[in-house]
C-alpha cells in the first residue's frame, strides 16, 4: 500500500452550503478509519451507505493525493462547520525479520505510516501554546495542580506558575467598575478624607453632638449677631443665670462636646465642605473596602495601561476579525491551496483569454462527449463499451475499423478498376463495391495502336452515363 505522503497539514475545515454532501480530504490516509469527521463539535460515524446527514461515507483510502467523504441524507445544513482530521493511532504495525528477503513493501508503508504520525504530532502542536522561537526565556515549567476559582498567573518569583488570585476577586471589581470609576473620578477628596481620616472619626464619634449643632446652627449665627448689639441676648443669659435652674448650667453640663466642636471647628468646616463626596463615599463603602483587598490586580491593570490604550483604538477592527473568525480559520486551513493557485497564476489568465472556445465546448459538450466515445485510438481492438458503429484507429496495423454489432470490420479503399467478370453474368450495376456487367452494363475493349481502351455503358437509364477507359 505504498503510497506518496504529501506536504499537507493533516486536517481541514469546511462552512458547508446548504444541502451540501461531497467534502474533499486533501492528505493521504491508509484506512477508512483513519479520518475522523466533525459537525461543530459532534462526531459523525462512519457508514459505507450513509442513511443521514450524522453518517458519512470515505473513498480514497490508502491512495496519494487524499480522497474525499460524502454525508448522507440531505447533506449538512447552511454554515455548518465540517472538521475533517487524520488520527493514526501511533504504533508500530510491522515487525521485520532478522533473515529472508528484504520486505520493501512493507519497509515503505511503515515509513509512510511514520511520516503521517509526525504529521499529526505537529498539527497537535499547532494547537498548542508555545514560546516564540526568538524569546529570551529558557522554559522548564510544571503545571501547578489545577484549583478550582482560581487564576493561573507567573508567581512572584518570576520562574514558575501558580493558581493564586481568586476569580471571585476579578469578577466583583468587573461587577462594580462603575464605582471603581466614580472613586477614580473623585480621587483628590478621597485622598483629603484619607488625610483627615482621624478628625472624621472624632467627628464620627461625636455625630450625635454635631446634629445638634447643625440644626441649631441658625440659632448659633443668632448669638454671634447678638453680641455686636447695643444690648445683646446675652444680658439674658446672664440674668438667666439667676434662675434656680437656668439653661446655661444645661450647655455647661455639655460643655465637654462643645469644646470638642469648638477645637476641631476646621476639621469640620472641610468636612462640611466635601460633604457630598463624604456622602458618595459612605454609599460606596463596601466598594472602597473591596478595591483596597484588591490593590494589586488595579496595580496590576494599570502596569498594562499602555497595551490596554492600544487596543482602544482598534476595538473596531478586533470586533471585525472576531465576527469573521470562521472564515479566516477556514482561509489558514486552505493556505496550501491558495498557494497553488497563485502559482498557476498566468495559466488562470491563459484560460481566461480563451473564455469564448471554454463556452463553445462547454454548450456542445453533449457532442464533445459522444465522440469521444465512438471514436478511439489504440494498439489493440478495443474489447469493451462496444456500440454498433463506434470508429476504431488500430495504430499496430495502421487501419481504421468500424464495429458492426459484433465485430470488429477494416474500411478499406478499392482499387481494382478492371475487374474480370464471366460472358453469361447478367447482373447489373455494384457487386461488393465494384462495377460489372449485365444486361444493363456493356465492357468494350478495344486496342487501337498499342493504347488499350475500356468503354463501360448504360444500355438504359438505370445507369445514366458513359465512360472509357485508356
Given at each position: ?124 502542536l499547532k494547537f498548542s501554546p508555545k514560546a516564540a522561537a ?30 493564586a488570585q481568586d476569580i471571585t476577586d476579578i469578577t466583583t ?8 470609576t466614580t472613586v477614580s473620578g473623585i480621587a483628590s477628596n ?281
Amino acid at each position: 500500500m505504498a503510497i506518496t505522503i504529501s506536504d499537507t497539514e493533516p486536517r481541514v475545515q469546511y462552512t458547508a452550503t446548504s444541502g451540501q454532501t461531497s467534502f474533499a480530504v486533501p492528505f493521504e490516509f491508509f484506512t477508512t478509519a483513519d479520518i475522523k469527521v466533525f459537525n461543530g463539535t459532534s462526531q459523525l460515524t462512519f457508514n459505507a451507505s450513509p442513511s443521514s446527514a450524522s453518517q458519512y461515507s470515505v473513498s480514497g483510502a490508502g491512495v496519494s493525493g487524499g480522497g474525499s467523504i460524502t454525508l448522507g441524507g440531505s447533506g449538512a445544513t447552511l454554515n455548518d462547520v465540517i472538521t475533517i482530521f487524520r488520527d493514526l493511532a501511533i504504533a508500530r504495525s510491522t515487525d521485520f525479520p532478522t533473515s529472508g528477503a528484504f520486505q520493501i513493501s512493507s519497509l515503505n508503508d511503515e515509513l509512510d505510516k511514520i511520516i503521517a504520525m509526525c504529521q499529526q504530532l505537529e498539527r497537535d502542536l499547532k494547537f498548542s501554546p508555545k514560546a516564540a522561537a526568538t524569546t529570551a526565556n529558557t522554559f522548564d515549567i510544571t503545571f501547578p495542580n489545577l484549583a478550582a476559582n482560581k487564576v493561573l498567573s507567573v508567581n512572584s518569583s518570576g520562574n514558575g506558575l501558580e493558581f493564586a488570585q481568586d476569580i471571585t476577586d476579578i469578577t466583583t471589581i468587573a461587577g462594580i467598575a462603575s464605582d471603581v470609576t466614580t472613586v477614580s473620578g473623585i480621587a483628590s477628596n478621597v485622598t483629603a478624607v484619607a488625610g483627615a481620616v482621624t478628625n472624621i472619626n472624632t467627628v464620627a464619634t461625636n455625630i450625635t453632638n454635631i446634629n445638634t449643632v447643625a440644626t441649631n446652627i441658625a440659632d448659633i449665627v443668632t448669638v454671634a449677631n447678638d453680641l455686636n448689639e447695643a444690648v445683646s441676648e446675652i444680658e439674658t443669659v446672664a440674668s438667666d443665670l439667676q434662675e434656680a435652674t437656668p439653661e446655661i448650667d444645661t450647655v455647661a453640663g455639655s460643655i465637654t462636646n462643645v469644646n470638642t466642636v469648638g477645637n476641631n471647628i476646621a476639621n469640620v468646616n472641610t468636612v462640611g465642605g466635601i460633604s457630598a463626596n463624604v456622602t458618595t463615599v459612605a454609599g460606596i463603602s463596601s466598594n472602597v473596602t473591596t478595591v483596597a483587598g484588591d490593590s494589586s490586580d488595579i496595580q496590576t491593570v494599570a502596569g498594562i495601561s499602555t497595551e490596554v490604550g492600544q487596543v482602544g483604538p482598534i476595538a473596531a477592527n478586533v470586533t471585525t476579525v472576531a465576527g469573521i473568525s470562521g472564515n479566516v480559520t477556514t482561509v489558514a486551513g486552505i493556505s496550501s491551496n491558495v498557494t497553488s493557485v497563485a502559482g498557476i497564476a498566468s495559466d488562470v489568465t491563459s484560460v481566461a483569454g480563451i473564455a469564448s472556445n471554454v463556452t463553445t465546448v462547454a454548450s456542445n459538450i453533449t457532442d464533445v462527449n459522444t465522440f469521444a466515445n465512438q471514436y478511439r485510438i489504440g494498439s489493440s481492438d478495443p474489447s469493451t463499451s462496444l456500440d454498433e458503429g463506434d470508429l476504431f484507429y488500430n495504430s499496430t496495423s495502421n487501419e481504421l475499423k468500424y464495429y458492426n454489432g459484433s465485430a470488429w470490420v477494416a474500411i478499406v479503399a478499392d482499387t481494382d478498376v478492371k475487374t474480370k467478370v464471366s460472358a453469361n453474368d447478367t447482373t447489373a450495376g455494384f457487386l461488393n463495391g465494384k462495377l460489372v456487367a449485365g444486361t444493363n452494363v456493356t465492357f468494350t475493349e478495344t486496342n487501337d495502336g498499342g493504347n488499350e481502351t475500356l468503354s463501360i455503358a448504360a444500355t438504359d437509364n438505370s445507369i445514366p452515363f458513359a465512360i472509357a477507359l485508356g
